[in-house]
């Protein structure tokens, strides 16, 4: 045969296992991925390496015991994932939470939220080659965990918001440290973000790589700041207020393609940044409403939530997180089924792989932020 | 099979002179805009971090750490063993005979079963504090000692009525 004559060359594409251990891959997943040397054809996620049946015990716990489960689905948002089991519940049994309470709860959340953005920052930042911006991250966010540790006990899986309250009741001292914080976090992401995303090394990684349409994030059902990235406005704090954020002024950041085209992995980045900012402007109007007054409200010592059934959705770090509940009237539900956000945006790695280089696909799963924890659940 | 050749989808533009010192440019000005971020927290910051073993972190009072059980204070009354999620604490109590001396707790509730075994099982534990919010007579509380590893599977299980356990009241490794 001629080797100049590369036509009659027989190719063959080679299938590898990005995963489960590889670092890029953010925790346990498995892609399995065919390759034409760098360029990708095809990829396959493989899920369920951190499965730990949540629904199933969900089954046999009572109320109050399926709380800590919760946390453990998305570790580095447990209190997002607390927020919203919590939510419908209260609904459920028609329970009233008291304002500072709810205060509490909102400022919780949008805290946890500043924090899964920092690690996501850094992480992202790790993935495309640069270390430093990790640590710094990770000095901001350990303040965060820090007031988490100091209400609830724990740094990363709290227990802490309630059914019908909070456990632990916040402090004069404790928000006047967080207020002091959130000017010297406001500065410090800006410095951030021009280390990092305005570096033309991290532009060149992440411009028009891993783009995704507007028709394609509404055919997979993507939600939080994939769909906001693909230039889509669209926040359930905002056109589906639950709990108080009506009372709340911020606004959604939407990507607009600043350094390519809209739905690359830079606008995805830019959203998840930028909502660090209107996270602090929530805490500040936290701080300023919050009020004296009872952390629980009046639930009955042991619950026996009413036959009914409930679908509540909340806006968490990574998108929207559905909380599908099912009682049987006993102290036990029927069925709890959890919608994660996560779990439908690793289903678009197939989507947006073919013809990446893997340097880039590496870049397309780190915009994504995923959590295993919540995909497998 | 038909030999395939795939071609990335990531359209890269001509390079002309002026764009290759325009990259340069905005290479230099960027990366050293970085630098001077990254120097600033190399000099000037004092460090974050704490040498773990020789300085040791004190954590908050109500911090979630290894559970203790003072098991005098303790009536039996199985609730933190209702309410644990997984499972972890083990009691056995019998009926206290009616000859027997009456004793009661430190907050003036009587004693009417006789505590023969309380073990926690700190491996499975998942320290969510559920037991602790239980607790009528406050006995089960979270200490704030977080130095607690063993060799075994079965030492991690802490039996609140052996002495040496007990003498765990108020140890913090220092």
């Not at chain 2, 002495?163 to 140890?171: E, G, K, L, N």
């Given at each position: 045969m001629d080797i100049k004559n590369q036509e009659k060359l027989h190719t063959d594409l080679l299938t590898m296992n990005m995963g489960p251990q590889h670092p890029a891959t953010h925790g346990v997943l498995r892609v399995e991925i065919k390759t034409d040397s760098e360029i990708i054809a095809e990829a396959i996620p493989h899920l369920g390496y951190l499965h730990r049946c949540k629904e199933k015990h969900s089954e046999n716990l009572d109320y109050r015991g399926i709380i800590p489960y919760t946390d453990r689905m998305d570790y580095l948002a447990a209190m997002n994932m607390e927020h919203g089991y919590c939510l419908a519940i209260e609904k459920m049994l028609g329970t009233e939470v008291p304002k500072r309470a709810e205060y509490i709860r909102v400022m919780m959340a949008e805290m946890q939220r500043i924090a899964s953005h920092l690690m996501f920052f850094g992480t992202y930042a790790i993935d495309l080659g640069a270390f430093s911006p990790f640590l710094y991250a990770f000095q901001d966010r350990e303040f965060i965990l820090r007031i988490f540790e100091e209400l609830?006990?724990?740094?990363?899986?709290?227990?802490?918001?309630?059914?019908?309250?909070?456990w632990n009741d916040i402090n004069d001292s404790q928000l006047k440290r967080i207020e002091k914080f959130m000017v010297e976090l406001e500065e410090n992401v800006k410095k951030y973000h021009s280390l990092v995303g305005e570096n033309a090394i991290f532009i060149g990684r992440t411009a028009n790589v891993g783009v995704l349409t507007k028709d394609q994030v509404y055919d997979y059902g993507a939600t939080g700041p994939m769909l906001r990235g693909s230039g889509i406005d669209w926040d359930l704090r905002k056109t589906r207020p639950y709990s108080i954020y009506e009372e709340f002024d911020f606004n959604t950041v939407v990507g607009v393609g600043a350094k390519g085209t809209v739905g690359d992995c830079w606008d995805r980045y830019y959203v998840r940044v930028f909502e660090i900012f209107e996270s602090i402007k929530i805490v500040r109007q936290c701080l300023d409403g919050i009020e004296e007054g009872p952390i629980m409200g009046k639930v009955p010592k042991v619950l026996k939530v009413p036959k009914g059934e409930i679908y509540l959705r909340t806006e968490c770090p990574r998108g929207e997180l559905g909380y599908h509940i099912i009682s049987d009237g006993t102290k036990t539900p029927y069925r709890v089924k959890v919608k994660s956000s996560c779990f439908t945006h690793v289903s678009m790695l197939g989507e947006m792989a073919p013809g990446q280089m893997i340097a880039d696909f590496v870049a397309t799963i780190g915009s994504i932020d995923i959590v295993l924890g919540e995909v497998d659940r | 099979m038909s030999s395939t050749t795939l071609t990335p989808i990531k359209e890269t533009e001509g390079l002309t002179l002026k764009k290759w010192f325009l990259n340069i440019y905005r290479a230099v000005t960027s990366v050293s805009k970085g630098m001077m971020i990254t120097m600033k927290y190399a000099y000037g910051v004092k460090p974050v971090t704490i040498e773990y073993p020789e300085v040791r972190e004190v954590l908050p009072e109500n911090s979630r750490s290894r559970l203790y059980n003072d098991a005098e204070n303790?009536?039996?009354?199985?609730q933190c063993a209702v309410a644990c999620p997984v499972d972890c604490i083990y009691i056995t109590a019998t009926k206290r005979d009616k000859d027997a001396d009456k004793i009661k707790t430190s907050n003036g509730t009587a004693i009417r079963l006789d505590l023969v075994q309380y073990t926690i099982d700190t491996a499975l534990c998942c320290y969510c504090g559920l037991c602790t919010t239980v607790c009528p007579t406050e006995c089960l509380t979270h200490t704030t000692d977080y130095e607690f590893s063993q060799y075994t599977l079965d030492s991690m299980k802490y039996d609140y009525l052996a002495p040496d356990i007990r003498s765990w009241r108020d140890r913090i490794v220092k």
């Amino acid at each position: 045969m001629d080797i100049k004559n590369q036509e009659k060359l027989h190719t063959d594409l080679l299938t590898m296992n990005m995963g489960p251990q590889h670092p890029a891959t953010h925790g346990v997943l498995r892609v399995e991925i065919k390759t034409d040397s760098e360029i990708i054809a095809e990829a396959i996620p493989h899920l369920g390496y951190l499965h730990r049946c949540k629904e199933k015990h969900s089954e046999n716990l009572d109320y109050r015991g399926i709380i800590p489960y919760t946390d453990r689905m998305d570790y580095l948002a447990a209190m997002n994932m607390e927020h919203g089991y919590c939510l419908a519940i209260e609904k459920m049994l028609g329970t009233e939470v008291p304002k500072r309470a709810e205060y509490i709860r909102v400022m919780m959340a949008e805290m946890q939220r500043i924090a899964s953005h920092l690690m996501f920052f850094g992480t992202y930042a790790i993935d495309l080659g640069a270390f430093s911006p990790f640590l710094y991250a990770f000095q901001d966010r350990e303040f965060i965990l820090r007031i988490f540790e100091e209400l609830s006990g724990a740094r990363l899986l709290y227990n802490y918001i309630w059914v019908g309250g909070v456990w632990n009741d916040i402090n004069d001292s404790q928000l006047k440290r967080i207020e002091k914080f959130m000017v010297e976090l406001e500065e410090n992401v800006k410095k951030y973000h021009s280390l990092v995303g305005e570096n033309a090394i991290f532009i060149g990684r992440t411009a028009n790589v891993g783009v995704l349409t507007k028709d394609q994030v509404y055919d997979y059902g993507a939600t939080g700041p994939m769909l906001r990235g693909s230039g889509i406005d669209w926040d359930l704090r905002k056109t589906r207020p639950y709990s108080i954020y009506e009372e709340f002024d911020f606004n959604t950041v939407v990507g607009v393609g600043a350094k390519g085209t809209v739905g690359d992995c830079w606008d995805r980045y830019y959203v998840r940044v930028f909502e660090i900012f209107e996270s602090i402007k929530i805490v500040r109007q936290c701080l300023d409403g919050i009020e004296e007054g009872p952390i629980m409200g009046k639930v009955p010592k042991v619950l026996k939530v009413p036959k009914g059934e409930i679908y509540l959705r909340t806006e968490c770090p990574r998108g929207e997180l559905g909380y599908h509940i099912i009682s049987d009237g006993t102290k036990t539900p029927y069925r709890v089924k959890v919608k994660s956000s996560c779990f439908t945006h690793v289903s678009m790695l197939g989507e947006m792989a073919p013809g990446q280089m893997i340097a880039d696909f590496v870049a397309t799963i780190g915009s994504i932020d995923i959590v295993l924890g919540e995909v497998d659940r | 099979m038909s030999s395939t050749t795939l071609t990335p989808i990531k359209e890269t533009e001509g390079l002309t002179l002026k764009k290759w010192f325009l990259n340069i440019y905005r290479a230099v000005t960027s990366v050293s805009k970085g630098m001077m971020i990254t120097m600033k927290y190399a000099y000037g910051v004092k460090p974050v971090t704490i040498e773990y073993p020789e300085v040791r972190e004190v954590l908050p009072e109500n911090s979630r750490s290894r559970l203790y059980n003072d098991a005098e204070n303790c009536i039996s009354c199985y609730q933190c063993a209702v309410a644990c999620p997984v499972d972890c604490i083990y009691i056995t109590a019998t009926k206290r005979d009616k000859d027997a001396d009456k004793i009661k707790t430190s907050n003036g509730t009587a004693i009417r079963l006789d505590l023969v075994q309380y073990t926690i099982d700190t491996a499975l534990c998942c320290y969510c504090g559920l037991c602790t919010t239980v607790c009528p007579t406050e006995c089960l509380t979270h200490t704030t000692d977080y130095e607690f590893s063993q060799y075994t599977l079965d030492s991690m299980k802490y039996d609140y009525l052996a002495p040496d356990i007990r003498s765990w009241r108020d140890r913090i490794v220092k």
